[in-house]
């Protein structure tokens, strides 16, 4: 993972790739071993939640990437355990496709500073196992789902930013429709370091829309 969180310090830009379209709320860590040699399929149904929110199958969300044939390798390699079984893995489940169960949304992080390094959002197949539909991997990158939507945020770092204190942030909203996802709004916040100047303070953010 160290390989990849150096890259942070000299981020200036937002960037991805997707998987089938034109182109985020954190979840439960998931634990376990890894493979790559075969589809992976998800787990006996577990509690519904109530409301309106659709059932949904807790995944093995490291066995989910590195089976992925979208995910890098390099990714794939650096994801190891940060203390015993524990993987730097957080994942979600909601209504992001309109499938009849719910969405996963994983993200991948550092171990050392939890600098998000790759975002994925997994559909379920009719056969139980899930499709790669989204894919993001660029440092300090953290998807989430929001009213359906999927949200994507990117910390923007300058030459001479730390990794606690980014310069700003580019926000970006997808929205799934025939067959896969389209952005549908860009927010870039500049963090302002000269309002709360107190070490532990949080950066104040100046918000510009496009």
Not at 92 to 103: M, Q
Request: hydrophobic letters at 30%; a negative charge; one cysteine or more.
């Amino acid at each position: 993972m160290a390989a990849v969180s150096t890259a942070v310090a000299g981020l200036t830009a937002f960037g991805l790739f997707c998987a089938g379209c034109s182109a985020g709320g954190k979840g439960t860590r998931d634990e376990g071993p890894a493979s790559t040699q075969q589809a992976v399929r998800d787990t006996p149904a577990s509690t519904v939640p109530s409301g309106t929110a659709k059932p949904y199958s807790r995944v093995n969300a490291v066995m989910l990437v590195k089976a992925d044939p979208k995910a890098s390798k390099q990714l794939k390699d650096d994801l190891k355990p940060c203390t015993g079984d524990e993987y730097p893995v957080d994942t979600s489940y909601g209504t992001l496709t309109g499938g009849s169960e719910a969405d996963v949304v994983v993200n991948v992080m550092t171990c050392g500073d939890s600098v998000g390094v790759g975002t994925y959002v997994y559909q379920r197949r009719p056969d139980g196992t899930y499709g790669n539909v989204f894919a993001a991997e660029v440092p300090a990158v953290y998807g989430t789902i929001d009213r359906g939507d999927l949200v994507v945020t990117t910390q923007v770092y300058g030459s001479k930013d730390s990794v606690a204190y980014p310069s700003g942030e580019n926000v970006v909203t997808y929205h799934w429709a025939t067959g896969g996802f389209t952005e549908t709004d860009r927010v870039h916040n500049d963090f302002n370091r000269a309002v709360g100047s107190g070490e532990g303070d949080l950066p104040a953010p100046q918000t510009t829309q496009n």
